[in-house]
Antibody, heavy 116, light 107 residues
Framework: QVQLQQSGAELAKPGSSVKISCKAS????????ISWIKQTTGQGLEYIGY????????NYNEKFKGKATLTVDKSSSTAFMQLSSLTPDDSAVYYC?????????WGQGVMVTVSS | DIQMTQSPASLSASLGETVSIECLAS??????LAWYQQKPGKSPQLLIY???SLQDGVPSRFSGSGSGTQYSLKINSLESEDAATYFC?????????FGAGTKLELK
C-alpha cells in the first residue's frame, strides 16, 4: 500500500533551518510528484510546491520562494523540504503528499515549532 | 491565485441525515476539484477527485458534483465516523489552493 513516512517533530530557534524528510513506499516513486503542504490553525492549508521526483525539477508557490527548498533522493525514494530563516510564523504542521492527477496520499505530518 | 470559498464553516447534523458542503472558486476550475476528510491529529484522506470521482475505498454515501466555479460534497445517511473537517482543493492551476474547511459535528 502507498505510504509516505515523514520524519519527526522539530523544535527550532528563530533564524535557524530545519530539513524534513518524506520516505515513499508502495508505488513507483518516480511516477508521481511529491507535494508539500503547510497547515496552521490560522491560515488553514497552503500549498508550498512540488518536486518532480524523476527530474528533480521544482515548482514553488511564490509565497514560499526563499523559504522552502525541495530536493529528492531517488535512490532511497525520499523527498526533502528544507525551511530556512525560520520565524514563529513558520510554526505549523507540514505534510508531504503524492501528486498524480490529484493530491491523493498524504504523510502523517511533521509539527515544526519555532521558538526561542 | 484562485480563491476557494467554502461554506459553511461549521455544520451540526444528526445520524442518518444528509448534508452538503459547497466550494466556490474565483474562476473556472474545469472540474479540477478534490474533497478531503480530516480527523483531529490525522492527515487528510482523499474522498472525491475530479469533482465527482469517488476514491477507491471511500463509502458510496459520499458524492461530489458541480462544474465551472461551483462544487459541492454531499454526505448521505450520516454515520458517527463522519464527524470530521472537510475541505476542498482546486488542482486546476498552480499554486493549488484549498478551501478553509467545514467542521462537521454529529448531534
Amino acid at each position: 500500500q502507498v505510504q509516505l513516512q515523514q520524519s519527526g517533530a522539530e523544535l527550532a530557534k528563530p533564524g535557524s533551518s530545519v530539513k524534513i524528510s518524506c520516505k515513499a513506499s508502495g508505488y513507483t516513486f518516480t511516477s508521481y510528484y511529491i507535494s508539500w503542504i503547510k497547515q496552521t490553525t490560522g491560515q488553514g492549508l497552503e500549498y508550498i510546491g512540488y518536486i518532480n521526483t524523476g527530474s528533480g525539477g521544482t515548482n514553488y508557490n511564490e509565497k514560499f520562494k526563499g523559504k522552502a527548498t525541495l530536493t529528492v533522493d531517488k535512490s532511497s525514494s525520499t523527498a526533502f523540504m528544507q525551511l530556512s530563516s525560520l520565524t514563529p510564523d513558520d510554526s505549523a504542521v507540514y505534510y508531504c503528499a503524492r501528486e498524480g492527477t490529484t493530491v491523493d496520499y498524504w504523510g502523517q505530518g511533521v509539527m515544526v515549532t519555532v521558538s526561542s | 491565485d484562485i480563491q476557494m470559498t467554502q461554506s459553511p464553516a461549521s455544520l451540526s447534523a444528526s445520524l442518518g441525515e444528509t448534508v452538503s458542503i459547497e466550494c466556490l472558486a474565483s474562476e473556472d476550475i474545469y472540474n479540477n476539484l478534490a474533497w478531503y476528510q480530516q480527523k483531529p491529529g490525522k492527515s487528510p484522506q482523499l474522498l472525491i477527485y475530479y469533482a465527482s470521482s469517488l476514491q477507491d475505498g471511500v463509502p458510496s454515501r459520499f458524492s461530489g458534483s458541480g462544474s465551472g466555479t461551483q462544487y459541492s460534497l454531499k454526505i448521505n445517511s450520516l454515520e458517527s465516523e463522519d464527524a470530521a473537517t472537510y475541505f476542498c482543493l482546486q488542482d486546476s492551476e498552480y499554486p493549488y489552493t484549498f478551501g478553509a474547511g467545514t467542521k462537521l459535528e454529529l448531534k
